[in-house]
């Protein structure tokens, strides 16, 4: 993210195309705010995803569908390994209770970015996108990984256009 002098920020992307893009907002919330005890698992993960998507969607500034850089899933909370205690315990339980630990990213984050350029219509205004991804810190900074993709991320295909 580079320093845009327009709003006095950082708030500008350019992407490998050389599209540029402002990100005219960026939430974000703790992943697990609601877990109250437990561990999470691939299911407790799908239904919270969805669950941001949804949350996401219904913001009355949007355009189209929110678009999901697919999070990294790992079977640690913070290091390899920090699981097996629970992982062991587990083992003795019954199979029907089973669920391995899963975690995503600490932090979910909504950014929602536009561009000058229409993506399709060239008759229209500009083109936006909302976007969700998890990473394990508040951004600013945006996590490298996820940095890169969205600076490759299909505009054209993914965004939507409006206009004025």
């Not at 845009?4 to 893009?21: A, F, N």
């Not at 992943?31 to 109250?36: C, D, E, H, M, S």
């Not at 005890?37 to 691939?42: H, T």
């Not at 508040?138 to 939507?160: E, G, H, M, S």
Request: charged content about 30%.
């Amino acid at each position: 993210m580079e320093y845009d002098l327009s709003y006095h920020v950082t708030c500008k992307l350019q992407q490998e195309s050389g599209r540029k893009l402002t990100m005219k907002r960026l939430e974000q919330s703790l992943t697990y705010a609601g877990l109250i005890e437990g561990v999470p698992n691939k299911k407790t993960n799908d239904w919270r995803i969805e669950h941001d998507l949804r949350r996401a969607a219904r913001d009355g500034q949007i355009v189209g569908e929110p678009y999901l850089i697919p999070p990294q899933r790992r079977d640690y909370l913070r290091e390899p390994g920090d699981m097996d205690v629970l992982r062991e315990q587990k083992s003795h339980y019954p199979k029907e209770w089973e669920r391995d630990p899963e975690w995503l990213p600490l932090i979910c984050c909504i950014g929602y970015f536009e561009s000058i350029k229409a993506a399709r219509d060239p008759k229209m205004d500009g083109s936006c996108l909302t976007i969700v991804w998890y990473q394990d810190d508040y951004a600013l900074p945006i996590n490298d990984k996820i940095l890169q993709t969205l600076k490759q991320l299909d505009w054209d295909r993914l965004a939507f256009d409006y206009e004025w």
